[in-house]
């Protein structure tokens, strides 16, 4: 008897394990079939052959897959976040020869880890280590190996006087809501924005990233950022003037 009770004991975990499997794949089976549901992909080809790819899903997350005219793979960006432009995961570019150009990891938004770039033949041309966001000391390279002096990979668009002189612009320049009383700024409201400046430095379309919950004050400060004539000093990555992405926060 006590080894009939045994063999049922094995046979009871064997089913038990058995049907615990059977669930993980079937979870795992239905998981995927709920993404693959959810999955939409948009593409739109430019002018010049450049065709751009928008992979999202239910949630926030997505995915940008860039190809050339030729039909090579030309950048690989994925996102934690697709509306908010939060890239998660190592963001890849590649020259129309197929030759690797650049590998840069992002955690939730923020650069974190090993930045490299190369040449179009292949040679190192920069290693820049990032920390939590911050930009550690690294390595440049000329085209035949040589090292040359550092300079920083990115440098952020820059408003006249800085963050703190545009938020003042803005809430000297904003123009009240009637239906937005006292009371209601009792508590603490916070509208942020998040926007596009070019490589002229001016503003490009601006949106409503985090709501103050009232929405008469939220266009009221869309309509402010409209009319800033200043610009800002445009970006740079490493060395060359680009669009970026800004995100400002405002508080009343």
Not at 78 to 89: R, T
Not at 92 to 112: A, H, N
Not at 128 to 153: I, K, N
Not at 196 to 218: F, Y
């Amino acid at each position: 008897m006590r080894y009939l009770y045994t063999g049922i004991c094995g046979l009871l975990a064997q089913l038990a394990h058995g049907q615990s499997v059977t669930d993980t794949l079937a979870y795992e089976q239905s998981r995927q079939t709920t993404e693959e549901a959810s999955r939409r992909v948009t593409s739109h080809t430019d002018s010049t052959g450049l065709c751009v790819e928008t992979l999202s899903w239910a949630g926030p997350r997505g995915l940008v897959r860039i190809y050339y005219a030729s039909g090579l793979l030309k950048e690989y960006v994925p996102y934690a976040d697709l509306g908010m432009g939060q890239v998660h995961g190592v963001a890849t570019t590649w020259y129309e020869s197929g030759q690797l150009e650049s590998r840069q990891p992002f955690i939730q938004g923020k650069r974190e880890g090993k930045l490299e770039l190369y040449y179009p033949d292949g040679q190192l041309k920069r290693r820049t280590e990032y920390a939590t966001g911050a930009e550690l000391p690294g390595q440049c390279f000329d085209e035949a190996g040589r090292p040359v002096a550092y300079f920083a990979y990115e440098q952020l668009p820059l408003y006249p006087g800085g963050h703190a002189q545009l938020t003042k612009e803005i809430n000297n320049a904003l123009r009240w809501p009637r239906d937005v009383t006292p009371l209601m700024l009792l508590m603490r409201r916070t509208v942020c924005l998040s926007f596009m400046v070019d490589e002229q430095g001016a503003i490009q379309s601006p949106r409503v990233a985090v709501s103050s919950e009232l929405p008469s004050l939220d266009r009221a400060v869309l309509a402010t950022i409209a009319k800033l004539t200043r610009r800002f000093a445009p970006a740079r990555r490493d060395g060359r003037i680009v669009q970026s992405a800004y995100y400002l926060p405002i508080q009343f």
